[in-house]
C-alpha cells in the first residue's frame, strides 16, 4: 500500500544538474530500501542507486558514482536524487522504488512509482 511519487524530471543542458525527489506515503519492513532505477526508450530497466530509511547506507551502480548522490529526509519521508554532470547518455524515465533489502534486483522492490522523464540535451 506504499505510494511513491516521483517528481522533478525535466529538461537539462549536458554538464547541467537536476534533482529529483520522491515522497512516500509511509515507511515500513517492506519499504526499508528505497532505490531509483532509470529506462531509456528501447533498453532495460537499470539499476542506480539505493539508500536504506534507517542507516542511510548507499548503493551505487558503477556508471553513477562520482555524479550521482542518493540521501534521504525521514521527517519528509523524502528520498532524493542529486544529478550532476548529466550526459545525454542519462536520458530516462526514472522510477523510485521500494523494497526490503539494499538490493540491485528489480525483484527486490515491491513498489514502484509512475517515473518522471529525464531529458540531457546536447
Known amino acids: 500500500q506504499v505510494q511513491l511519487v516521483e517528481s522533478g524530471g525535466g529538461l537539462v543542458q549536458a554538464g547541467g544538474s537536476l534533482r529529483l525527489s520522491c515522497a512516500a506515503s509511509?515507511?515500513?519492513?517492506?519499504?526499508?530500501?528505497m532505490a531509483w532505477f532509470r529506462q531509456a526508450p528501447g533498453k532495460e530497466r537499470e539499476f542506480v542507486a539505493a539508500i536504506s530509511w534507517r542507516g542511510g547506507s548507499e548503493y551505487y551502480a558503477e556508471s553513477v558514482k562520482g555524479h550521482f548522490t542518493i540521501s534521504r529526509d525521514n521527517g519528509k519521508n523524502t528520498v532524493y536524487l542529486q544529478m550532476n554532470s548529466l550526459k545525454p547518455e542519462d536520458t530516462a524515465v526514472y522510477y523510485c522504488a521500494a523494497g526490503p533489502y539494499l538490493k540491485a534486483y528489480p525483484s527486490n522492490y515491491n513498489y514502484w512509482g509512475q517515473g518522471t522523464q529525464v531529458t540531457v540535451s546536447s
Open positions: 509511509e515507511r515500513t519492513f517492506s519499504s526499508a530500501v
